[in-house]
């Protein structure tokens, strides 16, 4: 089986630094999305949270000696599934990000963890579950 994903567009920020975590960042930067896409992000309003789901597209290769690997945030060694590091069978990412305000196919966002010229797959919006 093969799958393709095509970027619907990228990250832009001038941050040299980023932390390792959205949760932990305050770093500011741009979703540019393809204009083909701007008619799907109408509703998509500042204050709100979203899900974006990305490619870390300068992850070194995997292997599977790489399926323990010591986490950034426990300094651990741990699983690859139970952490968040960008070295992954699939090398796929996901950040919850605010939103600072939409322009056109732009989305200005906080709490970027990725890098200028990151791919975007998806935006999703993100939902809180029912108090448990």
Not at 116 to 128: A, F, N, Q, S, Y
Request: charged residues 25%.
């Amino acid at each position: 089986m093969s799958i393709e994903f095509r970027p619907i567009g990228f990250v832009r920020t001038d941050a040299q630094e980023l932390p390792r975590h959205w949760s932990v960042s305050e770093v500011e930067g741009t979703l540019v999305i393809d204009e083909g896409y701007s008619e799907g992000l109408r509703d998509i309003e500042a204050g709100q949270r979203i899900v974006v789901i990305f490619y870390f597209h300068r992850s070194l290769g995997f292997s599977p000696e790489l399926l323990r690997q010591t986490s950034g945030h426990t300094g651990r060694e741990m699983g690859v599934f139970s952490i968040c590091s960008p070295v992954r069978p699939n090398p796929i990412g996901m950040s919850v990000l605010e939103v600072l305000r939409t322009r056109d196919a732009s989305i200005d966002v906080r709490r970027l963890d990725m890098l200028d010229g990151t791919p975007i797959l998806d935006i999703k919006p993100h939902i809180e579950g029912p108090p448990g």
